[in-house]
């Protein structure tokens, strides 16, 4: 991807954190992407007349963790497997003789 | 998008529901929301998008679904081939294939569910799923 110097000024505080990162570019390149991205989605809701809040999303944000709090790697995994294991034994049937 | 960019998670799966609901019901847009405001994706299995296109109520509502499974956060997820099994377990528990394959991709991923058909997916706690009102 081609890129561009640009020179910005900002706040002390802003300053600093970007004299601690080892790739200051990078770090700021991913902020505006972020950044850039909830806005186009707000657009996106604005242009249908829905306003998103910040209560709202912090809402959904927990609803959201306490599902994932209740389904940890290997919950997805064991359902994965059973699912598999199951099909496995069904495939198994179809290729036996007839009794 | 940068490759780092596709790396992000998908975090939340949007079923046909959730899909069709979407730009007017604040409880898509907010669930959405949190999850592009935590640097993760959102994900549609291309199945789903096909249905929700076929449904949706006019030409205004397909443009925004559009728009929507064009964001840079928007995940189109595919079903594959191989995992034919798969799909047919689900289908039959489900009873529709859009939602065996949602099901799938939220189990790939290790995503949640949004959905307003939360019946649709077995019992209470059988899958990851976040209940939104019809």
């Not at chain 2, 959405?32 to 109520?57: K, W």
């Not at chain 2, 995992?83 to 859009?98: M, P």
Request: net charge negative; with cysteine.
């Amino acid at each position: 991807m081609t890129k561009r110097r640009v020179t910005v000024s900002v706040p002390e505080d802003v300053a600093e954190t970007l004299e601690q990162q080892p790739n200051a570019s990078a770090y700021v390149a991913q902020a505006v992407r972020d950044r850039r991205r909830m806005d186009e989605f707000c657009a996106l809701t604005a242009d249908a007349g829905v306003q998103l809040t910040e209560q709202g999303m912090a809402e959904a944000r927990a609803r959201r963790l306490q599902v994932q709090a209740q389904w940890p790697r290997e919950r997805y995994e064991a359902v994965r497997d059973r699912v598999r294991q199951h099909m496995q034994d069904e495939a198994d049937d179809a290729g036996r003789p007839a009794a | 998008m940068s490759a780092e960019d596709e790396q992000r998670p998908v975090a939340l799966v949007l079923d046909r529901s959730a899909l069709l609901a979407y730009p007017y019901s604040i409880h898509v847009g907010e669930p959405v929301g949190e999850v592009i405001t935590d640097g993760q994706r959102f994900g549609v299995t291309a199945v789903t998008a096909a249905e929700a296109l076929e449904l949706a109520s006019d030409a205004k509502h397909r443009k925004h679904l559009y728009r929507l499974l064009s964001h840079d956060s928007c995940a189109r997820l595919p079903t594959r081939g191989e995992s034919w099994q798969e799909l047919s377990y689900w289908r039959g528990l489900t009873g529709r294939v859009d939602l065996a394959a949602t099901v799938m991709a939220a189990l790939e991923h290790r995503a949640s569910i949004l959905t307003s058909e939360g019946n649709r997916y077995g019992p209470e706690g059988h899958l990851p799923v976040i209940h939104m009102p019809a």
